[in-house]
Nanobody
């Protein structure tokens, strides 16, 4: 059973930094087809923050480019998000996302439970 455990959320003031981490269990690393982070601001749809595409390079949402950095260790099924220069509009619930592809014709997406990030002025 695949499970994602997120950590690192919390409260910070504008301009501060936080790091989110996510560990996936219940899968072998060769089936990991990419991990990433999404967020959901209250009343809005879930949106991309940063994610690794299939070829393995990172993709960032426009609003976080230059401020956030994503990293992953596929051998350990972990992904981290370093968030710098945080703004009040970064306040959201952040979700870890995992792609699992156990065969060429089948893949599945898993989500973490979410971790709250609150940025105050």
């Amino acid at each position: 059973q695949v499970q994602l455990v997120e950590s690192g959320g919390g409260s910070v003031q504008v301009g501060g930094s936080l790091q989110l981490s996510c560990v996936a269990s219940g899968l072998i690393s060769s089936n990991n087809c990419g991990m990433g982070w999404y967020r959901q601001i209250s009343g809005k749809e879930r949106e991309l923050v940063a994610s690794f595409s299939s070829p393995g390079y990172p993709v960032y949402g426009d609003s976080v480019k230059g401020r956030f950095t994503i990293s992953q260790d596929k051998s350990k099924n972990t992904v981290a998000l370093q968030m710098n220069s945080l703004k009040t509009e970064d306040t959201a619930v952040y979700y870890c996302r995992l792609c699992v592809k156990p065969s060429p014709d089948y893949s599945r997406i898993y989500w973490g439970q979410g971790t709250q990030v609150t940025v105050s002025s």
